[in-house]
């Protein structure tokens, strides 16, 4: 499996996981760790300036969706 495939695995896990919950992953479930890490992750690649299309459109996307979920993680 390639890196292109596990990046591509991963946005989908956290776009359907978005969608389903209503929220962006919680700091305070164990579950949820691994996607809040890989965002956390990527946007800093992203603001390094690391990332290269189509990933960053993807993942500004992601944002995107992110932002409109935000501060709706208490009390999950």
């Known amino acids: ?11 989908k896990e956290v776009v359907e996981f978005i969608n389903t919950n209503h929220r962006n992953p919680l700091r305070h479930r164990i579950e949820e760790h691994d996607m809040l890490n890989w965002l956390k992750a990527n946007r800093k690649k992203m603001n390094a300036g690391d990332m290269q299309e189509p990933r960053l459109s993807m ?3 992601l944002l995107a969706i992110c932002e409109q979920y935000r501060r709706k993680n208490q009390y999950a």
């Not at 499996?1 to 946005?11: F, G, L, P, S, V």
């Open 1 to 11: 499996m390639t890196q292109d495939e596990r990046w591509m695995i991963k946005y």
């Open 59 to 61: 993942f500004k996307d």
